[in-house]
């Protein structure tokens, strides 16, 4: 079988992609580049492969090293494995006199593992602390698979994490 963006990319990341393409002039496919790749990421439970990048770029019509550069980029992306629950802390000076030191410690000891880690049993990866997650007034902060938590208390913390699945 032919590797193609339609043997790569299932149906239904296929019709996300196309959603999106609606929403831009037909010459600009490369614009639906993020949405693409979120769709892909999120078809192959959270990383991105090079065949998947490269089947995005064939079916945006785009080069493979555009696709490659958007992906390393843009910190919503991973291109290994990781755990199924993404997890992002907010540390910029806001979220850090909020209290996001506390809330990054209690969480690598909850979890037993450091940031850039994932869990023994693959449910949790703590992205690197992220710079800036626009949410100042909110903070302390995280993010947990691109959904916002915020005003956040260790004891907060806990509870969130205990009601994922």
Request: net charge negative; charged share 25%; with cysteine.
């Amino acid at each position: 079988m032919t590797v193609t963006a339609k043997t790569v990319l299932s149906e239904h990341t296929r019709s996300e992609i196309d959603r999106w393409l609606k929403k831009y002039p037909e010459d600009n496919k490369q614009s639906a580049v993020l949405a693409a790749l979120r769709e892909a990421q999120h078809q192959n439970e959270g990383y991105l492969t090079t065949a998947l990048m490269d089947a995005v770029a064939e079916y945006l019509g785009m080069s493979n090293i555009a696709v490659y550069e958007v992906a390393s980029f843009y910190s919503m992306f991973e291109t290994k494995p990781v755990g199924r629950h993404s997890i992002s802390v907010c540390t910029n000076i806001s979220c850090l006199l909020m209290g996001a030191d506390d809330i990054v410690d209690r969480l690598e000891k909850k979890l037993g593992i450091k940031t850039g880690d994932t869990t023994a049993d693959g449910k949790f990866y703590i992205k690197r602390e992220e710079e800036c997650l626009a949410a100042c007034c909110g903070g302390p902060m995280m993010m947990i698979d691109h959904k916002y938590y915020e005003n956040l208390t260790p004891d907060k913390m806990d509870e969130i994490l205990d009601n994922l699945d």
